[in-house]
């Protein structure tokens, strides 16, 4: 199972009933962290563990050639020493030697390919875990903008906003009924001496204005 098919079993469950109780993403977001954490943890810790394998692995294998070379050097001996039959046998031990050391190199191939992979996973998981370290906090204030604009837009189409308002037009209807009714009054109320006096008064300055305008234009013209 890869690293990332570990995490998303791990915690897949979590995050669905989590967003099932639509809690904060902010918990889901440390959470994912915390498990690639962890994970990563295990990782080098596996990692640690197969490189100290890896070289009790080529230990071996080092013994294993240095006897394989011996034995090929006693064959060699009894052979000048005319002990074909020595010489036979040390081949023979010779030839187990090397099936062993075969298998061990075979071992030790997988071992270098696991070893690369888990690198591999290992470098992949840190950088994965340092973009979400990093988009963390642009996640987080995301979304406690959202919920700001949300709470906002709820509260202006809440029910009490809007009877509030429907509250607020109905007064000035009402205020503009009563202001009629003051203007209603003010025309039909019979006008006294005093407005009387007020009108002609008003309408003799409007008739001086007139005369001196209609003067000074006839001085303009006379002197064209």
């Known amino acids: 199972m890869g690293v990332f098919s570990r995490i998303s079993d791990i915690i897949n469950s979590n995050i669905n009933a989590m967003l099932d109780r639509a809690q904060e993403p902010d918990k889901i977001i ?26 009790e692995l080529e230990r071996k294998i080092a013994a294993l050639a240095a006897d ?28 187990r030697i090397q099936q062993e050391l075969a298998a061990l190199e075979r071992q030790r191939q997988q071992a270098d390919a696991g070893l690369a992979k888990q690198s591999e996973d290992l470098a992949t998981l840190q950088q994965k875990l340092a973009d979400a370290k990093a988009r963390e906090a642009s996640m987080i204030a995301r979304h406690k903008t959202a919920s700001n604009r949300l709470r906002i837009r709820s509260s202006l189409y809440d029910e009490r906003v809007t009877d509030a ?55 303009t013209g006379e002197s064209r």
């Open 30 to 55: 440390r959470l994912i962290i915390q498990e690639m954490e962890d994970t990563l943890v295990e990782v080098r810790s596996a990692t640690v563990k197969t490189i100290a394998e890896q070289k």
């Open 68 to 95: 394989r070379d011996e034995w090929q050097g006693k064959a060699e001996l009894a052979l000048t020493r005319d002990r074909e039959d020595l010489a036979r046998a040390a081949l023979q031990i010779r030839s």
């Open 165 to 219: 308002f429907a509250r607020f037009e109905q007064v000035e209807r009402t205020l503009d009924e009563l202001e009629g009714k003051v203007d209603l009054y003010d025309r039909a109320r019979p006008k006294s001496v005093a407005d009387e006096f007020a009108a002609l008064e008003a309408d003799h300055q409007v008739d001086s204005e007139l005369q001196a305008l209609k003067a000074r234009l006839g001085k």
